[in-house]
């Protein structure tokens, strides 16, 4: 009989690749071993059932203590309570980890998240997967802890694949039965995350060889941190790693609590998360699969410059539009790299990028060849090679064998990064997909998941050419304050005492009579014509018709006040700014998962009109935020739009900076800071915070 065994630190390594296997349960544990059977696994399999003397042939043991031997890994398929009291048990007894199969936990009900206390209780420090789902499949080392089918196959002493990990488990067995030749390497299910996640996982998976790449189906992230270290890793290992991560719309975000009571969280959040540490994301399977097989092939791409041949005008405009609006670019070729195309093509067609080298030349080698290897020859980070192969069961494929080869022996000639392109699925089979693969060719299914692949790819690539980001930074740490948050007159004063621009102004409590026109004809005096006039702590000024702009007399500052009066008898008057280019928006707010989020924004009343934004995590670094405001649509007004004066490129970085570092530091906790516009004038006028709100943590 075994006995219990001292406290050990967590490794993956035996539950991930184990050389023995506990099975414990009914029906679903019965499963496991047939697919174990199927898979081929060589290590020992040994059944636990408290009556059955035997299971799939194998004797069974009675309970864990039974056992012949310390398993490295378990699959408990019992429910949710029995599973608490067998954990504890493996655990004694030092087995390397554990599969919890059973649902009812913190995605569940509230008894359900008690019990999911008490499972981690019993775990201790021995590795649990789970609860809430399927469990992995390692095809490398021909591993089933999984209860159910699966398409996939073990893969060939030598050969390398890459690895999935999902909390769901239907989506994976999805997955498992995919015919796009895509080498697996594992699938791994992890349902509720209750003591390991995605990113502890992630990272051992990463550390395989035999593993080229790394897709995440994220529901809601484990750790921010673990994140964080899982890309560092993945950059150190040049193993590129991409997300298919859920929770756009609310519906959605709602869907992943009641599955595995992960919280989605603010999904433009955790988009500039993923860019920020070159996880790159996509937002359909399909993409997500084809991703995976450029990146398995290729790796990351320096960029996305590529080049598309085909022997179809239409098929040469299919590429170009659908590349319309992205960031992928077909360079045209120099006349140096023309020549060899045109001399194999004849003065009858016209040698561009997209390329329709015409039919004509079908079925001639030497001119194939000759216009393949000039494309390849001309440095673009990818090229392509649109081809549709006809329905082996219907028709012949043998006039398509030597574009096919042609194509490989000129790539082979090159070392160029390559791909074949079908428009369709359907035309390109898997067998043959997979002899592309063996010749280090990427055989791409549809043109809009190939152009999302190589986008990925390329965002990668670049991420991985700029300094490694900082850590994420927490919620400011700050005390809470008891005392009301700050009006406008106030908030400005704040930003001014730390390097942020505000219009001078003064408040005023105004009454229609003699002495408070008075008293505004004093200020007014001070701070010169043209001026503003509004009631402060209104966030939507414009739209209360709170603020009136360009007052140029006393006459229009006298009727203006009267008016504002109607809604507030505190006012603030204060300088028109003069001479203003562009304006932005600039927000701080607090993320629940991600802490401090800063939005750079086309500004004024045209923010939610243009949707033109860019959202970054803090700390940000001056390369971030210069890349951002040069991703605004706006960014032509700092180029001088129509022959206008620039706006302040530098200036405007470094009020964004100093912004960042007021909100890093400032003494009380603050939960927003919005200043819209923040007026961005030509080079030497500086820029002007003009509207200004600030909420502070309430201590209570």
Same mark, same amino acid.
């Given at each position: 009989m075994l006995t219990e065994m001292p406290k050990q630190h967590a490794s993956f390594n035996r539950l991930l690749r184990p050389?023995?296997?506990?099975?414990?349960?009914?029906?679903?544990?019965?499963?496991?071993?047939?697919?174990?059977?199927?898979?081929?696994?060589?290590?020992?399999?040994w059944p636990v059932h408290p009556t059955k003397t035997s299971v799939h042939g194998l004797?069974?043991?009675?309970?864990?203590?039974?056992?012949?031997?310390?398993?490295?890994?378990?699959?408990?398929?019992?429910?949710?309570?029995?599973?608490?009291?067998?954990?504890?048990?493996?655990r004694k007894i030092g087995t390397g980890g554990v599969i919890c199969y059973a649902s009812g936990f913190t995605e569940s009900d509230a008894e359900g998240s008690t019990l999911q206390t008490a499972l981690l209780d019993a775990a201790g420090e021995m590795p649990v997967i789970g609860p809430n789902c399927y469990g992995l499949l390692n095809y490398t080392d021909g591993v089933a802890l999984w209860p159910d089918q699966h398409g996939g196959k073990r893969l060939n002493k030598g050969d390398r694949g890459i690895a999935i990990i999902t909390q769901s488990s239907n989506i994976a067995i999805s997955i498992t039965m995919q015919r796009r030749a895509l080498p697996l390497a594992y699938i791994i299910t992890v349902g509720n995350q209750a003591q390991t996640g995605i990113s502890q996982i992630a990272r051992e998976v990463l550390e395989d060889p035999r593993v080229?790449?790394?897709?995440?189906?994220?529901?809601?992230?484990?750790?921010?941190?673990?994140?964080?270290?899982?890309?560092?890793r993945a950059r150190q290992l040049q193993k590129p790693v991409?997300?298919?991560k859920i929770g756009k719309s609310v519906k959605a975000q709602d869907a992943a609590f009641t599955h595995t009571a992960s919280l989605a969280g603010a999904d433009?959040?955790?988009?500039?998360?993923?860019?920020?540490?070159?996880?790159?994301?996509?937002?359909?399977?399909?993409?997500?699969?084809?991703?995976?097989?450029?990146?398995?092939?290729?790796?990351?791409?320096?960029?996305?410059?590529?080049?598309?041949?085909?022997?179809?005008?239409?098929?040469?405009?299919?590429?170009?539009?659908?590349?319309?609006?992205?960031?992928?670019?077909?360079?045209?070729?120099?006349?140096?790299?023309?020549?060899?195309?045109?001399?194999?093509?004849?003065?009858?067609?016209?040698?561009?990028?997209?390329?329709?080298?015409?039919?004509?030349i079908w079925g001639n080698e030497e001119k194939m060849e000759a216009v393949f290897s000039g494309m390849m020859h001309a440095g673009f980070d990818l090229n392509c090679l649109?081809?549709?192969?006809?329905?082996?069961?219907?028709?012949?494929?043998?006039?398509?064998?030597?574009?096919?080869?042609?194509?490989?022996?000129?790539?082979?000639?090159?070392? /160029?990064?390559?791909?074949?392109?079908?428009?369709?699925?359907?035309?390109?089979?898997?067998?043959?997909?997979?002899?592309?693969?063996?010749?280090?060719?990427?055989?791409?299914?549809?043109?809009?998941?190939?152009?999302? /692949?190589?986008?990925?790819?390329?965002?990668?690539?670049?991420?991985?050419?700029?300094?490694?980001?900082?850590?994420?930074?927490?919620?400011?740490?700050?005390?809470a304050c008891n005392n009301l948050n700050p009006d406008e007159a106030e908030a400005k004063q704040i930003l001014a005492r730390h390097a942020i621009p505000t219009p001078r102004g003064m408040k005023i409590s105004y009454q229609q009579n003699s002495a408070s026109r008075c008293e505004l004809a004093r200020i007014t005096k001070k701070l010169g014509f043209p001026v503003v006039l509004k009631v402060p702590g209104i966030a939507h000024k414009t739209e209360m018709n709170a603020v009136v702009l360009n007052l140029n007399?006393?006459?229009?500052?006298?009727?203006?006040?009267?008016?504002?009066?109607?809604?507030?008898?505190?006012?603030?008057?204060?300088?028109?700014?003069?001479?203003?280019?562009?304006?932005?928006?600039?927000?701080?707010?607090t993320d629940q998962q991600f802490g401090l989020v800063m939005t750079i924004a086309t500004g004024g009343r045209m923010v939610e009109i243009f949707n033109d934004s860019q959202t970054l995590l803090l700390p940000a670094s001056k390369l971030m935020i210069k890349s951002a405001l040069n991703s605004l649509k706006g960014k032509v007004f700092f180029d001088g739009f129509r022959g206008s004066p620039k706006a302040d490129f530098e200036a405007t970085i470094q009020v964004i900076l100093a912004a960042q570092k007021f909100i890093l530091e400032y003494p009380r906790r603050i939960?927003?800071?919005?200043?819209?516009?923040?007026?961005?004038?030509?080079?030497?006028?500086?820029?002007?915070?003009?509207?200004?709100l600030i909420k502070f943590a309430n201590s209570n």
């Open positions: 050389n023995s296997i506990a099975v414990i349960g009914g029906k679903e544990a019965a499963k496991v071993i047939e697919q174990c059977k199927l898979i081929q696994f060589e290590g020992q399999i004797p069974a043991c009675r309970s864990v203590n039974d056992l012949p031997d310390v398993p490295d890994a378990a699959f408990v398929a019992v429910n949710r309570q029995i599973s608490i009291e067998i954990i504890d048990a493996l080229t790449a790394l897709g995440l189906h994220i529901e809601g992230f484990d750790s921010i941190s673990g994140m964080e270290d899982l890309a560092a991409i997300a298919l433009i959040a955790a988009d500039a998360f993923l860019k920020r540490i070159s996880i790159a994301r996509v937002n359909s399977i399909p993409s997500f699969l084809e991703t995976l097989k450029l990146l398995h092939v290729h790796g990351v791409l320096k960029g996305c410059e590529i080049s598309s041949m085909s022997c179809s005008g239409g098929e040469a405009c299919l590429m170009s539009d659908a590349a319309y609006g992205r960031k992928i670019s077909f360079p045209d070729l120099t006349a140096i790299q023309k020549q060899p195309i045109s001399d194999a093509l004849g003065p009858m067609v016209t040698i561009s990028n997209p390329l329709d080298y015409h039919t004509y649109i081809l549709d192969y006809p329905r082996p069961d219907r028709c012949n494929v043998d006039d398509w064998k030597i574009p096919t080869d042609t194509y490989i022996r000129a790539k082979n000639k090159s070392g /160029a990064k390559t791909a074949i392109v079908a428009t369709m699925q359907e035309n390109l089979e898997e067998k043959l997909a997979e002899q592309l693969l063996a010749h280090n060719i990427a055989p791409m299914l549809g043109i809009d998941e190939t152009l999302d /692949a190589i986008e990925a790819a390329s965002a990668i690539g670049q991420g991985w050419g700029l300094p490694e980001p900082s850590p994420v930074a927490p919620t400011n740490s700050g005390a007399n006393i006459d229009q500052l006298y009727s203006a006040a009267d008016r504002l009066s109607h809604i507030s008898s505190d006012l603030y008057v204060e300088e028109m700014i003069k001479n203003p280019i562009f304006e932005l928006l600039l927000g701080f707010s939960l927003e800071l919005d200043i819209n516009p923040l007026i961005i004038r030509r080079k030497g006028e500086g820029l002007v915070a003009a509207d200004v």
